[in-house]
């Protein structure tokens, strides 16, 4: 990157494009100023030091509220220097007035992705375009670093999952770290379980036609054919909705989890699931 790609003078013309658009991509630090303002030749070179020190991690958008007094009123400046972060498009923190160096950069330690954090936007990227074993091996690097990393946890749950491994996964869930992911997480036992207790027995189990309906559906999932699997669940179901407490139903529900309340199949199962129970 040039200085120029990661140090920029923003007005209202290019503001849509260079710091809302941009802050999709990567954090973007607006530094509101003026000429005249004595704090502001104090702040400014500094946020433009570290700028150029993180070589692009954020991109330094300066906007001169003399010339754009619109962008101000628009943010809510006060006073100035005024700091925003802006991330997806939203200010999601921010400072007003000069500050001392140790004090600017603790904050931007704070609102800026680590490398972990980009790491673990790389692996979950990994998983998003089903890239399992790749996305498998970038989970366990980062809980590797950090065994109570809850999102790397999850994603390594949902990794395994996809490739049908049911044991790691349920020996992970057992012992999931604490965070918010935790609730899914929970979600996600009931598959899970029921590819451990497929794996148990190679041979059907005898005596139960649904139990064989339900270690085939299992057995479906391993092999990657989770349409075919949520088919024979559903069926299950609609032999009987009450089956082991509506333990098909759960794993119906931890597919849904997996795949991502956006699916397709999600959707059309989801529906379908709904006109069986109700």
Same mark, same amino acid.
């Not at 509506?246 to 397709?264: C, M, Q, R, V």
């Given at each position: ?85 802006? #991330? ?21 330690? #704070? ?155 999600? #959707?059309?199962? #989801? ?8």
């Amino acid at each position: 990157m040039t200085l120029s790609e990661f140090i920029l003078d923003v007005d209202e013309s290019s503001f849509g494009d260079a710091v809302l658009l941009r802050s999709h991509d990567l954090p973007v630090i607006v530094d509101f100023w003026a000429p005249w303002c004595g704090p502001c030749k104090m702040l400014s070179p500094l946020l433009e030091r570290i700028a150029i020190e993180a070589g692009g991690a954020f991109l330094l958008a300066k906007v001169d509220v003399d010339e754009n007094p619109n962008l101000a009123i628009r943010y809510g400046v006060q006073g100035i220097p005024a700091v925003k972060v802006f #991330r997806e498009g939203d200010v999601v923190s921010g400072f007003t007035g000069a500050q001392a160096e140790p004090a600017v950069r603790q904050f931007l330690q #704070r609102v800026l992705p680590s490398e972990s954090d980009e790491v673990l936007m790389e692996a979950q990227s990994l998983l998003v375009t089903r890239h399992w074993p790749e996305a498998e091996g970038a989970f366990q690097d980062l809980l590797f670093e950090d065994e109570e990393n809850a999102s790397a946890a999850l994603g390594l749950v949902k990794a395994l999952l996809m490739q049908g491994k049911g044991d790691e996964a349920l020996d992970i869930l057992t012992h999931f770290p604490p965070g918010s992911e935790w609730a899914e997480a929970e979600r996600l036992k009931p598959l899970a379980t029921v590819l451990v207790e497929a794996g148990e027995d190679s041979s059907l189990p005898e005596g139960d036609p649904l139990a064989a309906e339900l270690t085939q559906a299992a057995r479906l999932v391993k092999l990657g054919n989770i349409p075919a699997a949520m088919d024979g669940l559903l069926e299950i179901l609609r032999e009987d909705k009450r089956y082991r407490d509506g333990y098909p139903k759960d794993i119906l529900l931890a597919i849904f989890t997996l795949l991502g309340e956006e699916d397709a199949n999600t #959707r059309t199962y #989801r529906d379908e699931l709904a006109s069986i129970l109700f």
